[in-house]
């Protein structure tokens, strides 16, 4: 009795782990999305002032990204280990590869964001003259909102088809999935909000998965 009820707690706790994985990432993602915004245009071929006038508040959003990128990690293990035996070998595949593409490439956007405004802050006005300024922020654009968006949507189509097999969400969450998967895929490069569409989403998830598994407890403990 005691080796089932530990097996059975052990169950329980990996779900919750998984939404506050995915809460946490999708707070952190959209908090340092939205100070980067507001801090400089969406134009990556703005003024090199935007950056500097407004330096402290890109590194924030920028050291918010790791930690994002942790608990995204977390969050992919875990549903791994939830979906279990009924997981599909090459939805899994496409699920883990998209998902570690897009934490690598929000990762080298930040890298390279980060440089610019360490370049920037130490008075260097080669960075500028020489064209590398202008560079370096097309660049870090392009495979922020660009290539990861678009690895974002290949991570919620698969997370989507695994869904609708395994039934760990409901129907319409991963209807869901594809309809906002497909707006990422097509649509990114004019749409400015877009890519806030992912963690939103993520958020979504994680809620559903924190609520359906603290139903069972409250329903004991009464």
Avoid: C
């Avoid at 495979?143 to 990861?148: D, T």
């Avoid at 707006?183 to 998830?205: C, H, T």
Wanted: net charge positive; no cysteine.
């Amino acid at each position: 009795m005691n080796e089932e009820a530990a097996l059975i707690g052990q169950r329980m706790r990996t779900p919750r782990a998984a939404a506050v994985a995915g809460i946490v990432f999708s707070l952190l993602l959209i908090a340092s999305m939205l100070l980067i915004r507001i801090s400089i245009p969406a134009n990556p071929l703005g003024p090199a002032t935007d950056v500097m006038n407004h330096s402290k508040a890109i590194s924030l959003a920028l050291h918010l990204l790791p930690f994002a990128g942790i608990a995204f990690l977390w969050f992919i293990a875990v549903v791994r280990d939830r979906l279990g035996e009924l997981e599909d070998r090459f939805f899994a595949t496409v699920f883990l590869g998209s998902g570690l593409l897009f934490i690598a490439m929000v990762f080298t956007s930040a890298a390279i964001a980060g440089g610019i405004i360490i370049v920037l802050s130490s008075g260097s006005g080669n960075l500028i003259q020489s064209g590398t300024y202008a560079l370096g922020r097309v660049v870090s654009y392009q495979v922020m909102h660009v290539y990861a968006t678009k690895m974002a949507g290949v991570f919620m189509i698969s997370t989507s088809t695994l869904a609708l097999r395994t039934r760990i969400v409901p129907r319409w969450m991963a209807f869901l999935g594809y309809t906002l998967a497909l707006f990422l895929l097509l649509s990114v490069d004019s749409v400015e909000w877009a890519s806030v569409v992912f963690p939103l989403w993520v958020l979504l998830i994680s809620v559903h998965i924190l609520l359906a598994n603290l139903q069972p407890q409250l329903a004991s403990d009464l």
